[in-house]
């Protein structure tokens, strides 16, 4: 059945919801956080592992988010066949060795057959601790390249401020983007660690940051580098890939707080504010992990820094049980101010604090995500619209109506927005008229009864890899019932 029930209680936030909107989870594979929770060295652990992966996909389809952003490097150790770098242990119980199959390859081709974009979270500088590298042993980036990392407080970094460090890098992304077929590369940790002053490069900035003032406006420079290199080289190859990252929730301090503390351009070297001035990065999703004070101007200050690009509050959904004693409440709260702000959505740490809490997630499928959402369009990459596709087709066939269009714009790869109304036209700017999006084929099945007895307008659109979406099709009116009508 299609037909909507809406409460009082939540017509609120099915009002607020746009229908273009970044609905996103961080998925952890890094000690096996979020998925997988087993190791797999058999083909029935395989299957289970993979099983895994699908059920927590589905939980996310349901509650319509439509962006994963999935962790494929940790500590200079990935999730995918590299040549670069070496597997990571949390598959099969073994540094070096997949399981099997390339788990990144199956979580994309799982991310778009449910419509979701599917973006490789990486972990940029840190390279693991003395113990971690010597578990990986010889194929350790610090035993491989030791001329690159440095070594400090305990834990092995590569260095910003060796200019070959960006070169490292950049070969990383390179494999990823020619090999997979990736949404998005998403930086994590790219900056310096705490108690940055200390970093050991002084060597480096006597060697290198002759031009710089101080050697503060020198290693902010180093990141930026890092930034840029990557950046222009991703949108040289394949321009519809988004770069973005996860930088320090609070970009810098402000004049309502000139005292802020842990903030990324002065405590840690990172400049998130001129990388999308600069048009280096199409999205930004702070880390806003915060309450009150500590939230709300920094939602304005990302948006007004955003440069036209999309900024996504990373809220702490793990605040709810690891660290704090959060209600659902705190994060609605949240998703509410977001909304009214002008930033395009919300990303969730960490995924398993989403689907295994049942009061956020049920507040999100049957409330804030009630309807499903397109993703906002990157119309500073590509402006082109693709053609209006011809009118959907609806067949029933025993307990299913079956929907199929064709596709009258075959010069680019495509998905395609399906819309549905109960009433005598479709309003293609309302959220409740999205019946699915990102569909990545010209057929829908929408399942039927012997009761059901219900009119039914659609319409289809289709968009590109930019996002750029077609003019809805021409709309199509079909009455559902057992009896002639």
Same mark, same amino acid.
């Given at each position: 059945?299609?037909?909507?029930?809406?409460?009082?209680?939540?017509?609120?936030?099915?009002?607020?919801?746009?229908?273009?909107?970044?609905?996103?989870?961080?998925?952890?594979?890094?000690?096996?956080?979020?998925?997988?929770?087993?190791?797999?060295?058999?083909?029935?652990?395989?299957?289970?592992?993979?099983?895994?992966?699908?059920?927590?996909?589905?939980?996310?389809?349901?509650?319509?988010?439509?962006?994963?952003?999935?962790?494929?490097?940790?500590?200079?150790?990935?999730?995918?066949?590299?040549?670069?770098?070496?597997?990571?242990?949390?598959?099969?119980?073994?540094?070096?060795?997949? /399981?099997?199959?390339?788990?990144?390859?199956?979580?994309?081709?799982?991310?778009?057959?449910?419509?979701? =974009?599917?973006?490789?979270?990486?972990?940029?500088?840190?390279?693991?601790?003395?113990?971690?590298?010597?578990?990986?042993?010889?194929?350790?980036?610090?035993?491989?390249?030791?001329?690159?990392?440095?070594? $400090?407080?305990?834990?092995?970094?590569?260095?910003?401020?060796?200019?070959?460090?960006?070169?490292?890098?950049?070969?990383?992304?390179? =494999?990823?983007?020619?090999?997979?077929?990736?949404?998005?590369?998403?930086?994590?940790?790219?900056?310096?660690?705490?108690?940055?002053?200390?970093?050991?490069?002084?060597?480096?900035?006597?060697?290198?940051?002759?031009?710089?003032?101080?050697?503060?406006?020198?290693?902010?420079?180093?990141?930026?580098?890092?930034?840029?290199?990557?950046?222009?080289?991703?949108?040289?190859?394949?321009?519809?890939?988004?770069?973005?990252?996860? /930088?320090?929730?609070?970009?810098?301090?402000?004049?309502?707080? /000139?005292?802020?503390?842990?903030?990324?351009?002065?405590?840690?070297?990172?400049?998130?504010?001129?990388?999308?001035?600069?048009?280096?990065?199409?999205?930004?999703?702070?880390?806003?992990?915060?309450?009150?004070?500590?939230?709300?101007?920094?939602?304005?200050?990302?948006?007004?820094?955003?440069?036209?690009?999309?900024?996504?509050?990373?809220?702490?959904?793990?605040?709810?049980?690891?660290?704090?004693?959060?209600?659902?409440?705190?994060?609605?709260?949240?998703?509410?101010?977001?909304?009214?702000?002008?930033?395009?959505?919300?990303?969730? $740490?960490?995924?398993?604090?989403?689907?295994?809490?049942?009061?956020?997630?049920?507040?999100?499928?049957?409330?804030?995500?009630?309807?499903?959402?397109?993703?906002?369009?990157?119309?500073?990459?590509?402006?082109?619209?693709?053609?209006? /596709?011809?009118?959907?087709?609806?067949? &029933?066939?025993?307990?299913?109506?079956?929907?199929?269009?064709?596709?009258?714009?075959?010069?680019?790869?495509?998905?395609?927005?399906?819309?549905?109304?109960?009433?005598?036209?479709?309003?293609?700017?309302?959220?409740?008229?999205?019946?699915?999006?990102?569909?990545?084929?010209?057929?829908?099945?929408?399942?039927?009864?012997?009761?059901?007895?219900?009119?039914?307008? $659609?319409?289809?659109?289709?968009?590109? &890899?930019?996002?750029?979406?077609?003019?809805?099709?021409?709309?199509? $009116?079909?009455?559902?019932?057992?009896?002639?009508?």
């Amino acid at each position: 059945m299609l037909s909507i029930l809406l409460s009082v209680t939540s017509l609120s936030y099915i009002q607020a919801q746009s229908k273009t909107e970044v609905r996103a989870v961080w998925l952890t594979t890094n000690y096996g956080l979020d998925w997988p929770r087993h190791i797999a060295n058999s083909e029935r652990s395989r299957l289970a592992q993979q099983e895994e992966l699908c059920t927590i996909l589905d939980s996310l389809q349901a509650a319509h988010f439509n962006m994963v952003l999935l962790q494929v490097r940790s500590r200079g150790d990935v999730i995918y066949d590299s040549q670069i770098e070496t597997a990571s242990s949390t598959f099969s119980g073994t540094y070096g060795e997949l /399981p099997g199959y390339d788990p990144l390859a199956f979580a994309i081709d799982e991310c778009h057959k449910r419509g979701m =974009e599917c973006h490789a979270w990486l972990v940029t500088f840190p390279v693991g601790t003395d113990r971690v590298v010597k578990a990986e042993g010889s194929r350790s980036v610090v035993k491989r390249h030791p001329e690159l990392v440095k070594r $400090f407080n305990g834990t092995w970094f590569l260095n910003p401020g060796n200019p070959e460090t960006g070169d490292y890098l950049l070969s990383v992304v390179q =494999e990823l983007v020619n090999k997979y077929d990736i949404d998005g590369v998403h930086f994590d940790y790219i900056r310096y660690p705490g108690d940055a002053y200390n970093f050991p490069d002084r060597a480096e900035y006597k060697k290198y940051g002759g031009e710089f003032n101080s050697i503060e406006d020198w290693r902010r420079d180093n990141v930026n580098q890092v930034v840029y290199k990557i950046y222009d080289w991703v949108k040289k190859v394949k321009p519809w890939v988004q770069v973005s990252s996860s /930088p320090l929730g609070k970009a810098a301090r402000i004049a309502a707080f /000139p005292d802020a503390k842990w903030t990324g351009y002065e405590m840690v070297y990172q400049d998130a504010r001129e990388w999308m001035m600069r048009g280096k990065h199409d999205m930004v999703v702070p880390m806003m992990y915060y309450q009150n004070d500590n939230f709300y101007p920094f939602v304005c200050d990302w948006v007004d820094h955003s440069a036209g690009r999309y900024a996504v509050a990373g809220l702490g959904a793990y605040r709810m049980e690891d660290e704090s004693d959060w209600m659902v409440s705190d994060v609605t709260k949240q998703i509410d101010y977001v909304r009214e702000n002008g930033m395009a959505g919300c990303a969730f $740490f960490r995924c398993a604090n989403v689907v295994k809490n049942a009061g956020l997630f049920n507040a999100l499928k049957n409330d804030y995500y009630k309807y499903p959402a397109l993703l906002p369009p990157l119309t500073w990459l590509d402006k082109y619209v693709p053609a209006q /596709p011809d009118p959907v087709v609806v067949k &029933r066939e025993g307990n299913n109506l079956v929907l199929t269009w064709a596709e009258r714009d075959k010069t680019k790869p495509l998905t395609y927005t399906l819309y549905c109304s109960h009433t005598n036209r479709i309003d293609s700017d309302s959220a409740k008229c999205v019946l699915a999006t990102h569909l990545t084929e010209n057929r829908y099945v929408i399942p039927v009864d012997k009761t059901t007895d219900q009119g039914y307008l $659609f319409s289809v659109s289709a968009s590109t &890899r930019y996002r750029n979406e077609s003019p809805l099709s021409r709309e199509v $009116f079909y009455y559902c019932s057992e009896f002639k009508k």
